[in-house]
């Protein structure tokens, strides 16, 4: 696929493709110099566009910490209700 037509979420973040992962150092900053200059002929600043979207490290986080939080007993309050244990 031309990389013209990779979609933005690609562009900002290839080693989501396990192919992108499987490929040899050269390959891969072939790659990478490509898609640095897509992003700049679009413009696209990837943290502003992505902003709201977890990176898996951060959901892993916050499920390890849930998973912690139930095993210690601690709960969830919140301002207007009482303690959870999810």
Do not use: H, W
């Not at 490929?23 to 900053?29: H, I, L, P």
């Not at 502003?48 to 892993?60: C, H, L, S, V």
């Amino acid at each position: 696929m031309p990389i013209t037509e990779v979609d933005d979420y690609y562009l900002c973040f290839p080693e989501g493709d396990p192919d992108y992962n499987t490929m040899n150092v050269q390959d891969r900053t072939y790659l990478l110099k490509e898609l640095l200059l897509e992003i700049d002929s679009r413009n696209l600043n990837c943290e502003e566009r992505f902003k709201n979207i977890k990176t898996a490290q951060e959901d892993f986080k916050e499920i390890n910490q849930r998973d912690l939080d139930t095993k210690s007993g601690m709960c969830r309050t919140n301002s207007n209700g009482p303690c959870r244990y999810d």
